[in-house]
């Protein structure tokens, strides 16, 4: 005889959701869902609540890319930082964790990807014309390329930097001490920090 | 010493084959079909690559079993060893994974911590059948040399398929883009060359410092497709950009270097010795190499089959040198008489239907 499952559908789906998160996997999910049943009047009413929140208010933010409650972005929308600076990244991802580290101080712009032939990711599927429009405006003396150091990373990298050639900024790249192949989401703080002071023109 | 402790699970007809007590010689036993060449193909994924088969991943599982394999070995250099290994695993069977002390590890770094090379049957038609294959042994021991040279290669590779790609499509390619990949391509493909050019030249000068000797004595020549400059490979590519649209592909590079091997002395090509000299040549390259690669990270060498088919004179000199050199050593056979000779104890095993027990 085939044993039934005791846990009803509902609470078999939240664990499959949960468990296509990054790092968590079917037996953490399992286990976060134990504890958030047991505590549904409290946890799961207020985890409930964060996340509609977030769903609700989630927009992309039409100057840089990012992935924000507002738009402008709470990082474009800061008059502190520096407005003659941009970082390029690939990603949101690499975006929050440049920020994170708190080192880097002007703002930023995601491409949403990196060329690959093979993936079918061509220049036009990138925000590069958008970045250029930016630099077009004025007012920017700096382009910090942070790529990732993979070979798509990089190939995108030299791309924005000949596009980039004939205006009049100037173009610095990550100091790649970086792990060849390296992802900038999984650096920690320390080599993201010595990769952005080190920091060399392109050329 | 290099290996000991070594394990493989589901590997081919081994499902669970413990080697223990390993030393500087190894033997392998048994008769056709036991399993001894698997073996050392389940060592040769201790290194960067596809192993001494270049067999697809999802030919290794053992037949009948879950569709996984693992392999496991010690490390011992210095003072702790270091356990390194390398498994498919059944629920993501299109990548095999790396450990080193109970880290997963890009494969290409398993060349940090010892170098692998083998002489196969295989390799008897290794002058004769394509470039591709020099190229790979020339690698091979080009990686020992050098560790770095095989992130060198897959970043290379990797740029020259999105530039065939980009060559191959229907649209005409961002001419940007192009040269954005070709700066990589040069900055990889310049490290390649440079790494093949080096190794070439120490391998020659080893070997021309052995005495003449029973192993006829090649004279080694890299035949670069390419030059060896970043800057110049630029231009190379930019320079083609028409004819490889042409053609669909890179023509090229050096992924199409070549290695040319005479005899010493007569001059005559590698190709059109006989298969004796050829396996002289082969051998000579192979403990020449030993003899340079040893002294930087545990060696590792895996002799399928070489020893059964030379006359007793040449095998005493093979086994005096490659006791010099300092690699651990793995050869198989079928007999132990033919290693009768060797200057010291091996440890052995007796390899039957994929069980290995100590001899
Ligand atoms: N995936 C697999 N699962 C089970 N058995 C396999 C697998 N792949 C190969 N084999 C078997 O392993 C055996 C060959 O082993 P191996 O090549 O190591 O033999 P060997 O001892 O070197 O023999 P020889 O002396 O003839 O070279 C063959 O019988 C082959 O069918
Ligand atoms: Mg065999
Ligand atoms: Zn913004």
Known sequence: ?203 | MALDRIRLADFRNHAATRLEGAGRFNLLIGPNGAGKTNVLEALSLLAPGRGLRRAQLSDIPREGAHGGFAVGADLVSGVTPVRIGTALRADNPGRRIVQASGAPLPATRLAEWLSVTWLTPAMDRLFTDSAGGRRRFLDRMVLALRPDHAAHSTRYDKALRERNRLMGGDARPDAGWLDALEKEMAEAGALIAQGRAETVARLAEAIAAVPDGPFAQPELRVEPAAPADAGELVELWRAGRAADRGAGRTLAGPHRDDLSVTMAGTGRAAAECSTGEQKAMLIAITLAHAELAAGSRPLVLLLDEVAAHLDPVRRAVLYERLAATGAQIWMTGTETEPFASLPERPAAWRVTSGEAVPL
């Open chain 1, 1 to 203: 005889m085939a044993s039934q499952d005791p846990r009803g559908n509902e609470i078999e789906r939240l664990a499959s959701s949960l468990a296509r998160l990054p790092g968590l996997g079917p037996r953490s999910a399992r286990r976060a869902v134990l504890w958030l049943v047991k505590r549904r009047d409290t946890a799961l009413v207020d985890l409930l609540a964060s996340l509609t929140a977030v769903q609700e208010s989630l927009v992309e933010c039409q100057v840089c890319g990012n992935v924000d409650t507002s738009d402008p972005c709470h990082v474009c929308a800061d008059p502190r930082r520096d407005q003659r600076s941009i970082c390029v990244v690939e990603d949101v991802a690499d975006l929050w964790a440049l920020d994170r580290a708190k080192l880097y101080t002007g703002r930023y712009h995601v491409l949403g990807g990196r060329l690959s032939a093979l993936d079918g990711v061509g220049p036009e599927d990138l925000a590069i014309g958008s970045l250029l429009a930016r630099v077009e405006e004025g007012g920017i003396d700096e382009v910090v390329l942070a790529m990732n150091a993979t070979l798509e990373g990089q190939t995108t990298a030299h791309y924005i930097a000949e596009r980039l050639e004939e205006r009049p900024v100037r173009v610095t790249q990550l100091a790649h001490g970086l792990p060849v192949g390296g992802e900038l989401d999984y650096m920690d703080e320390g080599t993201l920090a010595q990769a952005l002071r080190a920091r060399r023109p392109v050329g």
